[in-house]
């Protein structure tokens, strides 16, 4: 999930220079679509809020901050723009952090 993040962004921070609206619209739906709950033991964030990485590795620390850093980071950046993240996905990433992350 987080290795995805960071491919995504560079993607939209070329799309940036290369003024390619629809290359950063791409990126950041496609960061948008990794903040969900996966499967039982698939990578990303669990039902209980944890996050898995690398196959079944309990990753709330590195990744899962790395995570939880870029994703608010761009779900504030985007806000009010037409890359905005869904409402649902800023309210599943705000309980990733406070229901997941912030206990551990």
Do not use: K
Not at 58 to 81: E, I, K, Q
């Amino acid at each position: 999930s987080q290795n995805l993040v960071w491919l995504a962004e560079i993607n939209a921070l070329r799309g940036l220079v290369a003024d390619d609206a629809d290359l950063v619209a791409r990126a950041y739906d496609r960061i948008a679509r990794e903040i969900r709950v996966v499967a039982p033991g698939a990578e990303g964030v669990q039902a209980d809020m944890s996050l898995l990485q690398h196959r079944r590795c309990l990753y709330n620390h590195g990744y899962g901050a790395s995570f939880a850093v870029d994703a608010t980071r761009l779900a504030g950046l985007l806000a009010g723009t037409r890359f905005a993240l869904p409402p649902e996905r800023v309210a599943l990433l705000e309980s990733f952090l406070l229901d997941g992350s912030q206990w551990m």
